[in-house]
């Protein structure tokens, strides 16, 4: 969820968040092979249609290495191997389809239309401030991080030591960051009881209606069977 | 208008940081506040932006502040943010958003602005303010100077009465700091009410009605703009005031690395630097710097500054180059034991709990010469306090207390006048001087020419 980018297609935070739950859906109640291959190849569409090509290619190979190893590889292996190894395999393969829709809402979808994705379905602000401010804090706190560790190395402290050197400078780092971000934020009106509003305008496309429809026929199709 | 009457305010119990203060400021009027750091220049801005007293916790507040109508102790932050636009100090920490579009439209969609009304805001502020090329951007990739830009742009663009920035120039190089200028010249030409508290003075020149001298909690003294400029030297000087006029920088060039490399000091030939997988930064950089010399490095923001220290102090691999140290080529790591960066946030890179500690920690086995160092840099009344405790500039000399104490030859200092009054400053430069001259190799990245030129030797602009 980073920067927005002019992509041609994306969806819309609210259809993106509906597909996220119908795959947890499908994965969970799903059992047929024809099901779950349709499921992932409608997903590598929407990638590939969302202009995530590379990611896109990538989930089918590592999708079919997954399957070959579980059909050709653990059968052959020892024992010991095939056991541990099955449950993962197979586990990796049911959570493959959330993992997708996950990493397709992250590149796709900014923070920004994410939030007012959020106002939309009326999740109230008392949850929405934390959300955002926390999702802004980490890679603030992430960079202040860095220069702490840089400047242990030129302390040359190293291993246990370096773990509760780091806490006393971490912290005064956060406080502040903190602060200083609230500052700004309460200048420039961030408590409002006025509605919000934004220039983004969300709505929902020929693509969302797609998804959401075939979505509830992959989720309705697992659950029956 | 703005209207700060019989006003005397105190962090907790400690005694109080403003005395009976009263200021009128008029409509449309551009009012510096000047005075020594911690003289009360902060808390006059938060007096105005209602930080204080709805921001501060356990203060005590006396007498009234009334803003555009509003009596600012008793209205909501949200209602004075209509009024009052605020642009901090620290770029970094000024944003909401992981991307500029939306951070220059957070004010107005907190105001609930209609989203056709808004759009035309929007445009017009980036067409008034110049800033096209900020537009449609990740936050994380822009320079310091950009940052504070888009700060000031997200206020310009809620179109406040008022607008007060707190040091805004703390961080920048002299480009932004030309185009704040700029920009606070265009709010003067609107009409809009501006309050400056600030230490670097120079590039305010001709834009100031009236500036404001605070010293030690009291308003000392009122000046036109026309006096406060023609204050003589050794006045502004003893009044604790930075240079009132640019300073030209003529320092000699850099030595250039010699055909023998076996000199005594610091020789870089032919490095490269950049981070994995992108361009170089900077390549095929040369430069000598010798002991007893303080080398100045300058140049505006994003141009390498950063990875060159980084290079140096052996937290970054070199792309290609040599750095040799008295004539022995020197390894990424043995650069580490070498060399040391005192950072421009010093809270940085103190980790234990007492000035004494740290040293110790510092000197390993040679703890015998603590105490003197400790002297030298005017720290021994203070060795069992808490680093934490200390004043920013006793920080800063910790920190290069330790550097010296673990014997090392290298000391970068990275802008340590960010944010300095005329005094620290000097204090700063006496300390980087005496560090040169026991034998040390100092080299400092700064933007603050009226610092380098009161230290440094040579310069190297990259």
């Given at each position: 969820?980073?920067?927005?980018?002019?992509?041609?297609?994306?969806?819309?935070?609210?259809?993106?968040?509906?597909?996220?739950?119908?795959?947890?859906?499908?994965?969970?109640?799903?059992?047929?092979?024809?099901?779950?291959?349709?499921?992932?190849?409608?997903?590598?569409?929407?990638?590939?249609?969302?202009?995530?090509?590379?990611?896109?290619?990538?989930?089918?190979?590592?999708?079919?290495?997954?399957?070959?190893?579980?059909?050709?590889?653990l059968?052959?292996?020892?024992?010991?191997i095939?056991?541990?190894?099955?449950?993962?395999?197979?586990?990796?393969?049911?959570?493959?389809?959330?993992?997708?829709?996950?990493?397709?809402?992250?590149?796709?979808?900014?923070?920004?239309?994410?939030?007012?994705?959020?106002?939309?379905?009326?999740?109230?602000?008392?949850?929405?401030?934390?959300?955002?401010?926390?999702?802004?804090?980490?890679?603030?706190?992430?960079?202040?991080?860095?220069?702490?560790?840089?400047?242990?190395?030129?302390?040359?402290?190293?291993?246990?030591?370096m773990?509760?050197?780091?806490?006393?400078?971490?912290?005064?780092?956060?406080?502040?960051?903190?602060?200083?971000?609230?500052?700004a934020?309460?200048?420039?009106?961030?408590?409002?009881?006025?509605?919000?509003?934004?220039?983004?305008?969300?709505h929902?496309?020929?693509?969302?209606?797609?998804?959401?429809?075939?979505?509830?026929?992959?989720?309705?199709?697992?659950?029956?069977? | 208008?703005?209207?700060?009457?019989?006003?005397?305010?105190?962090?907790?119990?400690?005694?109080n940081?403003?005395?009976?203060?009263?200021?009128?400021?008029?409509?449309?009027?551009?009012?510096?506040?000047?005075?020594?750091?911690?003289?009360?220049?902060?808390?006059?801005?938060?007096?105005?932006?209602?930080?204080?007293?709805?921001?501060?916790?356990?203060?005590?507040?006396?007498?009234?502040?009334?803003?555009?109508?509003?009596?600012?102790?008793?209205a909501?932050?949200?209602?004075l943010?209509?009024?009052?636009?605020?642009?901090?100090?620290?770029?970094?920490?000024?944003?909401?958003?992981?991307?500029?579009?939306?951070?220059?439209?957070f004010?107005?969609?907190?105001?609930?602005?209609?989203?056709?009304?808004?759009?035309?805001?929007?445009?017009?502020?980036?067409?008034?303010l110049?800033?096209?090329?900020?537009?449609?951007?990740?936050?994380?990739?822009?320079?310091g100077?950009?940052?504070?830009?888009?700060?000031?742009?997200?206020?310009?663009?809620?179109?406040?009465?008022?607008?007060?920035?707190?040091?805004?120039?703390?961080?920048?190089?002299?480009?932004?700091?030309?185009?704040?200028?700029?920009?606070?010249?265009?709010?003067?030409?609107?009409?809009?009410?501006?309050?400056?508290?600030?230490?670097?003075?120079?590039?305010?020149?001709?834009?100031?009605?009236?500036?404001?001298?605070?010293?030690?909690?009291?308003?000392?003294?009122v000046?036109?703009g026309?006096?406060?400029?023609?204050?003589?030297?050794k006045v502004?000087?003893?009044?604790?005031?930075?240079?009132?006029?640019?300073?030209e920088?003529?320092?000699?060039?850099?030595?250039?690395?010699?055909?023998?490399?076996?000199?005594?000091?610091?020789?870089?030939?032919?490095l490269?630097?950049?981070?994995?997988?992108?361009?170089a930064?900077?390549?095929?950089?040369?430069?000598?710097?010798?002991?007893?010399?303080?080398?100045?490095?300058?140049?505006?923001?994003?141009?390498?500054?950063?990875?060159?220290?980084?290079?140096?102090?052996?937290?970054?691999?070199?792309?290609?180059?040599?750095?040799?140290?008295?004539?022995?080529?020197l390894?990424?790591?043995?650069?580490?034991?070498?060399?040391?960066?005192?950072?421009?946030?010093?809270?940085?890179?103190?980790?234990?709990?007492?000035?004494?500690?740290?040293?110790?920690?510092?000197?390993?086995?040679?703890?015998?010469?603590?105490?003197a160092?400790l002297?030298?840099?005017?720290?021994?009344?203070?060795?069992d306090?808490?680093?934490?405790?200390?004043?920013?500039?006793?920080?800063?000399?910790?920190?290069?207390?330790?550097?010296?104490?673990?014997?090392?030859?290298?000391?970068?200092?990275?802008?340590?006048?960010?944010?300095?009054?005329?005094?620290h400053?000097?204090?700063?430069?006496?300390?980087v001087?005496?560090?040169?001259?026991?034998?040390?190799?100092?080299?400092?990245?700064?933007?603050?020419?009226?610092?380098?030129?009161?230290?440094?030797?040579?310069?190297?602009?990259?």
């Amino acid at each position: 969820m980073g920067a927005e980018k002019n992509r041609r297609v994306s969806m819309d935070p609210r259809s993106g968040l509906f597909l996220l739950i119908m795959a947890n859906v499908v994965a969970f109640t799903q059992d047929s092979l024809k099901m779950e291959l349709g499921w992932i190849g409608l997903l590598i569409l929407l990638f590939l249609l969302c202009g995530c090509i590379s990611a896109g290619i990538k989930y089918g190979l590592v999708f079919l290495a997954v399957l070959a190893i579980q059909w050709y590889v653990l059968p052959v292996s020892p024992k010991i191997i095939a056991t541990s190894f099955s449950i993962f395999a197979n586990y990796a393969r049911r959570m493959f389809p959330c993992l997708m829709v996950g990493h397709l809402m992250v590149k796709t979808i900014s923070l920004r239309r994410f939030i007012v994705g959020m106002r939309k379905l009326h999740v109230p602000q008392k949850l929405m401030i934390p959300i955002s401010v926390t999702l802004r804090y980490f890679p603030a706190i992430r960079e202040e991080a860095g220069h702490i560790r840089d400047a242990m190395r030129l302390r040359n402290i190293r291993g246990m030591e370096m773990m509760e050197a780091m806490i006393v400078p971490l912290m005064i780092s956060a406080s502040e960051t903190a602060e200083e971000l609230s500052a700004a934020a309460v200048t420039r009106g961030i408590e409002n009881p006025a509605p919000k509003t934004s220039v983004i305008r969300l709505h929902m496309g020929p693509l969302d209606w797609i998804c959401i429809v075939l979505s509830i026929a992959f989720a309705a199709a697992a659950v029956i069977m | 208008m703005i209207r700060i009457e019989k006003v005397s305010f105190g962090y907790g119990e400690e005694k109080n940081t403003l005395h009976d203060f009263s200021l009128l400021i008029p409509s449309g009027k551009c009012i510096l506040l000047c005075g020594e750091s911690g003289c009360g220049k902060t808390t006059v801005t938060k007096l105005i932006n209602g930080l204080i007293p709805h921001f501060t916790e356990n203060s005590t507040l006396k007498g009234d502040v009334v803003v555009e109508g509003v009596r600012v102790p008793e209205a909501e932050l949200y209602v004075l943010a209509k009024h009052i636009g605020s642009v901090f100090q620290n770029p970094k920490s000024q944003f909401f958003n992981l991307d500029t579009d939306s951070e220059l439209a957070f004010g107005l969609e907190n105001e609930g602005m209609a989203p056709e009304l808004m759009k035309d805001r929007l445009a017009a502020t980036v067409e008034s303010l110049q800033i096209q090329k900020l537009m449609h951007r990740n936050i994380f990739s822009l320079s310091g100077g950009e940052k504070q830009t888009l700060a000031f742009a997200s206020v310009y663009a809620m179109n406040p009465a008022v607008f007060v920035l707190d040091e805004p120039t703390a961080n920048l190089d002299e480009a932004a700091i030309g185009r704040l200028r700029e920009q606070i010249a265009l709010l003067k030409q609107q009409g809009h009410t501006v309050v400056i508290g600030e230490h670097r003075l120079y590039f305010l020149a001709g834009l100031i009605d009236r500036a404001i001298y605070i010293k030690d909690g009291f308003l000392n003294q009122v000046f036109t703009g026309e006096e406060f400029w023609k204050l003589p030297d050794k006045v502004r000087a003893h009044m604790g005031l930075r240079s009132l006029v640019p300073t030209e920088l003529h320092l000699p060039e850099v030595r250039r690395a010699s055909d023998d490399l076996y000199v005594k000091g610091l020789v870089v030939e032919g490095l490269t630097c950049g981070y994995r997988k992108q361009p170089a930064v900077f390549d095929n950089l040369s430069f000598t710097a010798v002991p007893g010399e303080v080398l100045a490095i300058t140049g505006p923001n994003g141009t390498g500054k950063t990875t060159l220290t980084r290079t140096l102090c052996g937290l970054l691999k070199e792309q290609s180059g040599k750095i040799l140290l008295d004539g022995r080529l020197l390894s990424v790591k043995e650069r580490r034991r070498e060399s040391f960066l005192v950072m421009q946030d010093v809270n940085h890179q103190l980790f234990y709990d007492s000035v004494w500690n740290e040293c110790e920690q510092a000197a390993g086995t040679q703890d015998g010469a603590i105490e003197a160092v400790l002297q030298s840099f005017d720290l021994l009344s203070f060795k069992d306090r808490h680093p934490m405790a200390l004043s920013g500039g006793q920080k800063q000399r910790l920190a290069a207390a330790t550097a010296v104490l673990s014997g090392k030859r290298l000391l970068i200092f990275d802008e340590p006048t960010s944010g300095l009054d005329y005094r620290h400053m000097m204090e700063v430069s006496a300390m980087v001087r005496r560090m040169a001259a026991e034998g040390h190799i100092v080299l400092v990245v700064s933007h603050d020419k009226e610092f380098m030129r009161c230290t440094c030797d040579r310069v190297l602009r990259i």
